[in-house]
């Protein structure tokens, strides 16, 4: 019963290295999430996506891009590090199919990025 | 823009007494507001949430309660223990043409005191 799967947990980044942040869920959820945590500013919304097929921005998402591979998967990609996106990542995802259908979000473990 | 407020930032009391942890949201859309629950080095976990058709709902020792006029909500948390020691977050829905983004309050660390 794994739930809400994020790889990797921790990140060393240089700036203006790329990498993709991996997220999978296995609760066959149609809404997934990507938010950043930082101290005093609680979880900011990256980017999420409603359904297979469709992504939409949140409240941060420049400097970031996702794709939803499947129903399953959910990635977020940094083009180009910089030390501004030094932050822990949590994928989230939940239930809902309808825009008023509102259920529990179940989070991941959290992925600890520093870029140097 | 649609957002959550939520207040205090930190909160310290002592074993036994109550913590009240406050939110306002500003889309009148909203129907739903959970609480999420964060330990340390963990992801947040829901505790207890509300729809916009009751006032109020408990579970054990947690209660959460809704003025949708004011549009705002409040955790509270009676007979406090250290385990109850954490970050909170309250979320709010706000509704797009695309779909539904939960958004989070700024969080609260909650300490409690020997």
């Known amino acids: 019963n794994a739930g809400v799967t994020q790889t990797p947990k921790f990140q060393v980044l240089k700036t203006g290295q790329s990498m993709t942040l991996q997220c999978a869920q296995d609760?066959?959820?149609?809404?997934m999430y990507w938010y950043r945590q930082d101290p005093g500013m609680g979880l900011r919304l990256i980017y999420y996506?409603?359904?297979?097929?469709?992504?939409d921005k949140g409240e941060v998402p420049n400097g970031y891009n996702v794709s939803r591979l499947n129903k399953r998967e959910f990635s977020l990609r940094l083009e180009s590090a910089a030390p501004s996106q030094t932050s822990v990542y949590f994928c989230?995802?939940?239930?809902?199919?309808?825009?008023?259908?509102?259920?529990?979000?179940?989070f991941g473990q959290g992925t600890r990025l520093t870029v140097v | 823009g649609e957002n959550v407020e939520q207040h205090p930032s930190t909160l310290s009391v002592q074993e036994g007494d109550s913590a009240v942890i406050k939110c306002t949201y500003s889309?009148?859309?909203?129907?739903?507001f959970p609480w999420y629950k964060q330990e340390l080095g963990k992801g947040p976990q829901l505790i207890i949430d509300?729809?916009?058709?009751?006032g109020e709902k408990k579970d054990q020792r947690i209660a959460v309660t809704l003025n949708k006029t004011a549009k705002h909500f409040s955790l509270h948390i009676t007979e406090t223990q250290p385990e109850d020691s954490a970050v909170y977050f309250c979320a709010a829905p706000i509704l797009t043409g695309g779909g539904n983004k939960l958004t989070f309050g700024t969080g609260t660390q909650l300490k409690v005191e020997l």
């Open positions: 989230a995802s939940r239930a809902e199919r309808f825009r008023t259908a509102n259920t529990e979000a179940f």
């Open positions: 996506s409603a359904s297979e097929g469709t992504t």
């Open positions: 889309d009148s859309a909203s129907n739903y």
């Open positions: 509300i729809r916009s058709n009751v």
């Open positions: 609760m066959n959820h149609n809404s």
